[in-house]
């Protein structure tokens, strides 16, 4: 059994509610640490198991008994399922995954000097059909990005809470000003002035407290939120199915990327603008209380601020649509380019991406220009009106000082008031420019985000652990998205556990399709595709995945050590594990005998190993997963005839007790198959015993399907 107390934990609270789970369900695309689930990532596992996980960092006599079991986080990042605890007799009865998840009983004493001061409380969700659940999630948690936002709002609570009082305290400087020109200077009372300073003094200290608090409110609510919005999106694309796929990689990076756009909009001086913008009327109405007819600058000016700033709004829309859709493009250019680099250079086509790259180059940059001069023209607009604001109220204060309706110090208060007013006026103002762009962002991260998933919500997953290696197609047709052809047609195959399967025929015949659906990459268009007699959709897909070891034709490798690729999507590796895949694939001709041969670096999609090592190194991981299952696509096209016989020798071995599929248009690698199956044209021509079927293309017996 896996090491990994809180994931052992988690597995039986969800087969106790009904809904068992294997580890690799549960885990999957999780970014586990050293192999193990992390209590910050419990709630996203439980939810794969249709539970609902809270941490709660709580005393041991404080645990609410109603909500048994619960799980308890122990020391040594240790966990236990705790069933009954009773304060009054100090008794307590856990399960603990050292001990097979036995029912042990312990005292008050033993469970509080291993706990860990967390509890995680599970319970199961409402059980929905996926259509329902999918709507019950839409209205419960909201737009992904906008609910976790509002999972702040106690924190925005509080800078609200700030921002009133730092708003409040504007008015201090203000009406200390005015009380020293009126009282202070005409009575000459420096008792008074001292006893006005001090009072001020500590307003202006506690008003920079509370913006420093305010600063740092924000920034938290800020960081949390990115943090949970980055995952969720990288969740989103990772468990994307691949029929709903964008075209185009680079425009699926493109829209990643406009998440920072989004990220930058609704930063701190978002923030603090939104939160500040209502507090115009405060000081608005001090202004009327002083003098008013001194507001009515204040008010033309602020109208005249928006009215502009609005009147633009059509334009940067339109620009900011264009930019985004043009910057996604040049994106998809740069991608594609450097994937392609040694073939480009090959065929000196470097000057075609070259000048593609710079007519992207200049039209991003003739829009953001354009962009950049209508923002700088709202921003200088903003400056114009507040001097004018400033200027017109001095004119107007001047004559109302003269007839008598005010005092100097009142015309000094009000204009300081006048600046304080528009100031988030300007500010929103300014942020109106930059919204069509964010706006733009979300957009198109928002079609990133509603991609369907291979883990639907409310999807019912049959937790079957152990696959024989049974497959059954049955009446299967698929067409890839986009195109007319069906890339299979009506296939019905049957493949017995322990079969050894050779599947052979033209290129486009739907080989490559076959194993994608055996897979779970790809869902049939029409039919289903059974795994010992279980619809493949009612299994969960990591469970199928890790019952399949695969070899495509179409070798990726990651930038990393040998080790890394053999073991990639593995967290626990025994050395006979390794030892074996070595001996299968001939991996010791790459690795050999020195010690940091697992150390060697590939580069690039293995861009340091000729063909025949990507194609060795990528059998050792296909073999190191040990599953019944064994899918080869041309697992020798790129190896010479000596290598290929050791290959031969050693699958014939290891594939005894497994299911053999294998791909291939050398005849030579037939004498690991008992029998071969021939297509064209996404049909099944023949299917039989291997020596009868090559008779029958030798004899002319098998005809080309029908176009």
Partial sequence: MHDDSLCQCLQWLAQASGNRRTRAALTEGLPLRGGQLTPSLLPRAAERAGMRARLVRQPLARLNGRWLPCILLLQGNRACVLEYLDSSTG???????????????????????????????????????????EEAASSDSGHWFWSVIRGNRRIYRDVLLASLCVNLFALALPLFVMNVYDRVVPNQTTSTLWVLAAGVGIVIVADLVLRMLRGWFIELAAGRADNRLSARLMERVLGMRLEHMPTSIGALAGSIQGFESVRAFCGSMVVTALIDLPFFLLFLLIILIIAPLMAVPVVVGALLLLLYALSVQQQMRRLADVSGQASAQRTAGVIESLSCLPLLKSLNATGRMQRQWEQATRFLSGTGSRQRLLGTSVSMGAAWVQQTVAVSMIIIGVYLVIDGQMSQGALIAAYMLSSRAMAPVSQTAALLTQYHQAASALNMLDEVMETPQERSPGQQSISHEGLRGEIEFSNVSFTYPGEERAALNGISLRIKAGEKIGIIGAAGSGKSTLEKLILGLYRPTQGSVLLDGLNQTQLDPAEVRRSIGYLPQDLQLINGSVYDNVTLGMDDVEPHQLQQAVRVSGLDTLIGPEADGWSRQVGEQGLSLSGGQRQTLALARAVLMDAPVLLLDEPASAMDSMMEQHICRQLKEHCQDKTLLLITHRTSLLQLVDRLVVMDKGKILADGPKQTVLDALAQGRVKRAAA
């Avoid at 005292?107 to 329902?132: H, I, K, S």
């Fill in 91 to 133: 008794e307590a009865r856990v399960r603990v995954p050292e001990l097979g998840m036995e029912v042990q009983t312990l005292t008050w004493d033993e469970l509080q000097d291993d706990y860990a001061g967390v509890v995680a409380y599970c319970r199961p969700l409402l059980q929905l059909g996926e259509v329902a659940a």
